[in-house]
């Protein structure tokens, strides 16, 4: 096989210049590999409370990312990742609440709100049971308030009818961020984050030598 | 509150069944949830300590204001109905609390006089609630006295279908005894009632029934429940089974609910089934901006034959913790005279905030 582009659609941006997606030399016959970028993915996560009633949620929807990715018939090898969804976009419903996650949970000493971001050098994700599934674990650096800690991330990647979907989740602990529970009038949040993420790439142009990036 | 994750009203109100005074969690939300919003602080001078016993009576006082216009095709008439609600919860000990309502009011708004089911009888002064209660651990609250028995959606509306045909109007408080057990994806609410003694000879029910909750998803957002309860009186029995869905997604959530009522009326030795179903959609454009769309339907079977469909919009703004506004206008469909009947109501209700 000789050179594949992937390209991907763009919804629309949250930045100015989509992230692009050039096309590259496959490393062997069984494989594709692309830069893939994806600018509007979501991310969402929930937190228990000391009231059985009540959990907070909180999505973006504002969520970048990029890899290469190479994909084989043995499963994707994923490299250079990296995502990141700015504070100020995460909303659990309530602007109030909203106010006070940021204050409590992102906001650094210095005043400053840096992005949430996640990076990883490599992830080897092999098929699993279907031949379009792949799973696995992702291990990397979870950055809150511009702090980097270990993070693990369970990841399922599906390709199918040229898009490829990603989701994961995993569980920050606030306390390994040096960050009190947040507490409001007697309710307060467990020490445990659950996050999820869901992202989508379309490969809309297999010959094309650059395409934008779409998200879903 | 559904969809900001509550699965029920605990977190909120003192009342695990929901409606009536908020704890001062609930009330930081009610504040959030204005268009002034800000942070809620509790008061603490000596005024409010000497009135509240050293914080041990929670209380307050409620102002509403409803103007209703409505038509028929023929007529219209204007109904101007205030309403003053005097509500308190004193603490008699850690696990032991009394909560009280008395209602005031320059006009009733009895349940439709149906003969198969004759409305309460209205009162300008009425308790509508006083309940003993008992907290015997985190999951479990028991209740006795007078109050409105458990219901589905609990929505404040009682004029609605599934709420006036079913014996859940502003006078019916019948003496009860009920539990209210909670667990973080369940709810269960078991009671016993009988007569609250405004009912008119022959009405007077006792009865048992229960609701039961699931949060199915395990997210906090998708709560699905059953009811059911049986009832006699002198005049004849009613079965009622109901299911009810309280769904939520950030902005905006779905309350769903359809009960199927059995009845048997002694004086027809007849028996015939009541259908009512209620759905909205709400919407939060803010915090403190909630719209909502609801259809409505009850159909009710020979002898006592009925069939209606309604739709309603409303807006309601809150302003601030104390002051709400709601806009509605809903139209009614009667399938067996072919009638509209249109309504537009202003709704103004002011409370204290301590």
Not at chain 1, 158 to 172: D, F, P
Not at chain 2, 141 to 167: H, T, Y
Not at chain 2, 309 to 337: C, D, M, P, Y
Request: include cysteine; glycine fraction near 10%.
């Amino acid at each position: 096989m000789g050179t594949l582009a992937h390209s991907v659609k763009v919804g629309s941006t949250l930045f100015s210049g989509a992230l692009i997606c050039f096309a590259t030399q496959l490393r062997a016959n069984t494989a594709d590999s692309a830069l893939i970028g994806v600018n509007q993915g979501t991310i969402s996560f929930e937190v228990a409370t000391n009231v059985p009633a009540l959990r907070v949620h909180g999505k973006s929807s504002a969520l970048t990312a990029r890899a290469r990715v190479d994909s084989g018939a043995d499963g994707f090898v994923l490299e250079q990742i990296e995502a990141a969804v700015p504070v100020r976009s995460l909303e659990t419903g309530l602007a109030l609440r909203d106010d006070h996650m940021r204050k409590y949970i992102f906001t650094t000493a210095e005043g400053e709100i840096p992005d949430v971001r996640f990076s990883s050098e490599r992830a080897e994700c092999p098929k699993s049971g279907s031949a379009r599934r792949a799973t696995c674990s992702v291990t990397g650096a979870l950055a809150i308030r511009g702090a980097s800690r270990p993070f693990v991330m369970m990841l399922t990647i599906t390709e199918e009818n040229g898009s490829i979907r990603a989701s994961g989740h995993g569980v920050v602990k606030l306390s390994t961020y040096g960050i009190d529970q947040p507490s409001q009038l007697g309710v307060r949040t467990t020490d445990e984050v659950k996050l999820k993420l869901e992202l989508t790439a379309r490969r809309s142009s297999p010959q094309g030598a650059i395409g934008s990036v779409a998200a879903r | 509150m559904i969809r900001l994750g509550y699965t029920n009203c605990a977190a909120c109100h003192v009342a695990p069944q929901g409606g009536g005074l908020l704890n001062d969690y609930g009330r930081g939300i009610d504040q959030a949830q204005s268009l002034r919003g800000g942070e809620y602080e509790p008061a603490d001078d000596g005024l409010f300590r000497s009135i509240s016993a050293n914080g041990r009576i929670r209380q307050d006082l409620r102002f509403v204001m409803q103007q209703q216009t409505r038509w028929n095709g023929q007529a219209a008439s204007t109904a101007m109905r205030g309403r003053v609600l005097y509500r308190a919860v004193a603490a008699l000990s850690s696990n032991l609390r009394f909560a009280g309502t008395v209602t005031g009011e320059n006009e009733s708004a009895a349940r439709p006089s149906l003969s198969y089911e004759p409305p309460a009888t209205p009162s300008h002064v009425f308790v509508n609630t006083a309940l003993l209660h008992y907290r015997a651990g985190n999951a479990l609250e028991i209740a006795v006295g007078r109050d409105q028995l458990p219901a589905g959606i609990n929505i404040p509306d009682l004029g609605v279908f599934i709420k006036s045909r079913n014996r859940l109007g502003y006078y019916d408080a019948p003496a009860q005894i009920k539990a209210v057990w909670a667990g973080d994806r369940f709810q269960v609410m078991p009671f016993v009632y009988g007569s609250a003694g405004n009912e008119i000879r022959g009405e007077r029910e006792r009865g048992a029934g229960s609701l039961a909750e699931f949060d199915v998803l395990g997210n906090h957002r998708t709560v699905l429940g059953a009811t059911i309860q049986h009832s006699s009186a002198g005049n004849g029995d009613r079965r009622l089974t109901g299911g009810y869905a309280r769904v939520g997604f950030g902005k905006w959530g779905i309350l769903a609910e359809h009960d199927i009522t059995n009845r048997f009326r002694g004086t027809t030795s007849q028996a015939f089934r009541q259908d009512a179903s209620y759905a909205q959609v709400f919407w939060a454009a803010r915090d403190w901006l909630v719209t909502s769309a609801t259809g409505e339907r009850l159909r009710v079977d020979a002898p006592f034959r009925e069939h209606l469909t309604a739709g309603k919009v409303e807006i309601a703004t809150r302003f601030t913790s104390h002051a709400t506004l709601t806009l509605g206008t809903r139209v009614e469909h009667n399938a067996a005279t072919g009638r509209i009947a249109t309504s537009l109501a202003v709704q103004f209700a002011l409370k204290t905030v301590d």
